[in-house]
């Protein structure tokens, strides 16, 4: 079965720093997608960043950048520059190849100290 | 960027009354719509998956009589919960897939709905 895991239920990061939040995940699909989301207290889900199964390369999207280690199986996300905005939930979730279904993890609660 | 709007964003309603909330996308079709619910600092469980002009396909455990999806279009989607009771008080929360190589078919969001039931 899918399954994504996400093991720190919070962070702190101080302003201006580098963040990492861990993903790891489990599937016998080879072709699979990652994705990242950040959801404020507002409740919406924000797209972050996107890395496909047969990608070459760790996606980037400006001060995010996804660290995709195949064999591993992880796909954490690494914040730059954090900024007090970035206090959020993230998570990250794996889509299913036949059904387009998103299977998320737990989540975790970043926040950016000033 | 694909922009999904949700309707209404927050909702109080009495117990035993029927309550829908729209999902949109506003600047692409979306042949496929998922309907998610929240609770408080957990994570999306996913209730259906909406199809247009089909019927919805439930998860395990989502009861279809009291959560109507239907997808008339390839830009609406809608959610009803019929007969609510206090224990249907949750976030509710769309998603919509942009086909295509080029989006990589991200789902895109819908900003949510808060039910409370009284």
Not at chain 1, 44 to 51: A, D, G, P, T, V
Not at chain 2, 56 to 79: M, P, R, W
Request: proline residues 3%; hydrophobic residues 35%; contains cysteine.
């Amino acid at each position: 079965a899918q399954k994504i895991t996400q093991t720190q239920p919070g962070m702190f990061v101080q302003e201006k720093e580098a963040v990492t939040l861990d993903c790891t995940y489990d599937t016998s699909d080879p072709s699979y997608g990652l994705f990242w989301y950040k959801q404020p207290s507002s409740g919406e889900m924000i797209f972050l960043i996107y890395q496909g199964s047969y990608d070459q390369q760790n996606a980037t999207e400006g001060r995010y950048s996804l660290n995709f280690q195949k064999a591993r199986k992880s796909a954490n996300l690494v914040i730059s520059a954090s900024q007090l905005g970035d206090s959020a939930m993230y998570f990250c979730a794996m889509r299913e190849a036949y059904t387009g279904k998103l299977i998320f993890g737990q989540g975790t609660t970043l926040q950016v100290k000033p | 960027g694909a922009v999904v709007s949700q309707h209404p964003s927050w909702v109080i309603c009495k117990s035993g009354t029927s309550v829908k909330i729209e999902c949109r996308s506003l600047d692409f079709q979306a042949t496929t719509m998922f309907w998610y619910r929240q609770f408080p600092k957990q994570s999306l469980m996913l209730m259906a998956t909406s199809n247009e002009g089909s019927k919805a396909t439930y998860e395990q455990g989502v009861e279809k009589d009291k959560f109507l999806i239907n997808h008339a279009s390839l830009t609406l989607s809608t959610l009803t919960v019929t007969s609510a009771h206090p224990e249907d008080s949750s976030f509710y929360i769309c998603s919509a897939t942009a086909l295509g190589s080029r989006t990589k078919n991200i789902q895109y969001f819908g900003a949510g709905t808060r039910l409370s039931v009284l």
